[in-house]
T-cell receptor, first 112, second 113 residues
Framework: DQQVKQNSPSLSVQEGRISILNCDYT??????FLWYKKYPAEGPTFLIS?????DKNEDGRFTVFLNKSAKHLSLHIVPSQPGDSAVYFC???????????FGQGTRLTINP | NAGVTQTPKFQVLKTGQSMTLQCAQD?????MYWYRQDPGMGLRLIYY???????DKGEVPNGYNVSRLNKREFSLRLESAAPSQTSVYFC????????????FGDGTRLSIL
C-alpha cells in the first residue's frame, strides 16, 4: 500500500518558469511532510518541510503548500534554474513514528 | 563537515557471500537508519536505531542484520547475499525519531551476481 504517491515520474520545465511537483498521501496520521532533492550518485538532500499546523512554508525559491483536506502537498520552485534538475522525493511522518515514508520520486528537468 | 559517510561506495558480490556496509555520522545525532532504493519504489526502511544501544526492524528487514556500534556508527550486514539484494543502500541520521529531517549519506551501490 503506497501511502505517499508521486504520480508524475517526470516533469520538464523551461528555465525561469515555475516548477510544480505534486504529492498525495493516504494516511491521516501524517502531520509532518518533507521534500528531498537527489542528484545522481549522491544521497537525498533535505530541502524543506512543513508541519500540518501550517498550509504554506517558504524558503527562498522553494515553497511547499499543504492541503490537508485533499491530502495533497506540492513544491513550487520559482524561478527554475538548471541546477534544479534532479529527482525530487516527498516524504511524510508523524510524531513518534520511526520512519519517513517516501514517495517514488519525480525527475525534474530544467531546459535552457 | 562530512555529515554522513558510507563505505564502500561500490561493491560487487557473488550470491552467498557476506558483506558489511559501514556508516558513520558526525552530527551527534541519536537516531540512524538504513534504507534501500530500488527503481520506481522510493526509499524503503530496512532497519533503524532510535538511540545508541537499540535497533528495530523497518519495512524490509529480511536478509539483513545491523549493529549500532556507538553513537556515531551504524553498520548493515548481509550474511548471505542474494540477487534480490542488488540495490543502492543509503544510511541516514536524525536528531531524534519522528518529525525530524533525516540527513543521508551518498549511498553504497551493491550488485549481487
Amino acid at each position: 500500500d503506497q501511502q505517499v504517491k508521486q504520480n508524475s515520474p517526470s516533469l520538464s520545465v523551461q528555465e525561469g518558469r515555475i516548477s510544480i511537483l505534486n504529492c498525495d498521501y493516504t494516511n491521516s496520521m501524517f502531520d509532518y511532510f518533507l521534500w528531498y532533492k537527489k542528484y545522481p550518485a549522491e544521497g537525498p538532500t533535505f530541502l524543506i518541510s512543513i508541519s500540518s499546523i501550517k498550509d504554506k512554508n517558504e524558503d527562498g525559491r522553494f515553497t511547499v503548500f499543504l492541503n490537508k483536506s485533499a491530502k495533497h502537498l506540492s513544491l513550487h520552485i520559482v524561478p527554475s534554474q538548471p541546477g534544479d534538475s534532479a529527482v525530487y522525493f516527498c516524504a511524510a511522518s508523524w510524531k513518534g513514528a520511526q520512519k519517513l515514508v517516501f514517495g517514488q520520486g519525480t525527475r525534474l528537468t530544467i531546459n535552457p | 563537515n562530512a555529515g554522513v559517510t558510507q563505505t564502500p561506495k561500490f561493491q560487487v558480490l557473488k550470491t552467498g557471500q557476506s558483506m558489511t556496509l559501514q556508516c558513520a555520522q558526525d552530527m551527534n545525532h541519536n537516531s540512524m537508519y538504513w534504507y534501500r532504493q530500488d527503481p520506481g519504489m522510493g526509499l524503503r526502511l530496512i532497519y533503524y536505531s532510535a538511540s545508541e544501544g537499540t535497533t528495530d526492524k523497518g519495512e524490509v528487514p529480511n536478509g539483513y542484520n545491523v549493529s549500532r556500534l556507538n553513537k556515531r556508527e551504524f553498520s548493515l550486514r548481509l550474511e548471505s547475499a542474494a540477487p534480490s539484494q542488488t540495490s543502492v543502500y543509503f544510511c541516514a541520521s536524525s536528531r531524534t525519531l519522528g518529525n525530524q529531517p533525516q540527513h543521508f549519506g551518498d549511498g553504497t551501490r551493491l550488485s549481487i551476481l
